[in-house]
């Protein structure tokens, strides 16, 4: 079974960083693509940021500018580097990954004071 365990969440002032990270297991094929969810206190789980095998990136524009998707598909780790983050980027924050189907890690918590 696929498991994706997130780390790297935690309390921090408006206007500074963060470093998720994300590994994933439980496959014996890499991921089409990985990225990150979040999901804001009564608010619908968004899409933030994707990574492809191949390395192509998107963003929510919400987020771009000042959040980046790093990693390596092939080797099922990625990672998200926060920037100048905002109350409103306060949320859970999911690890994710398609092939023949999403899947989703337990999430990190992500909480943004003014």
């Known amino acids: 079974q696929v498991r994706l365990v997130e780390s790297g969440g935690g309390l921090v002032q408006a206007g500074g960083s963060l470093r998720l990270a994300c590994v994933r297991s439980?496959?014996?094929?890499?991921?089409?693509?990985m990225g990150w969810y979040r999901q804001a206190p009564g608010s619908q789980r968004e899409l933030v940021a994707t990574i492809t095998f191949g390395g192509i990136t998107n963003y929510v524009d919400s987020v771009k500018g000042r959040f980046t998707i790093a990693g390596d598909v092939a080797k099922d780790m990625v990672y998200l580097q926060m920037n100048s983050l905002k109350p409103e980027d306060t949320a859970v924050y999911y690890c994710?990954?398609?092939?023949?189907?999403?899947?989703w890690g337990q999430g990190t918590q992500v909480t943004v004071s003014s």
């Open positions: 439980g496959s014996n094929f890499a991921a089409e693509l």
């Open positions: 994710y990954s398609r092939r023949h189907g999403a899947y």
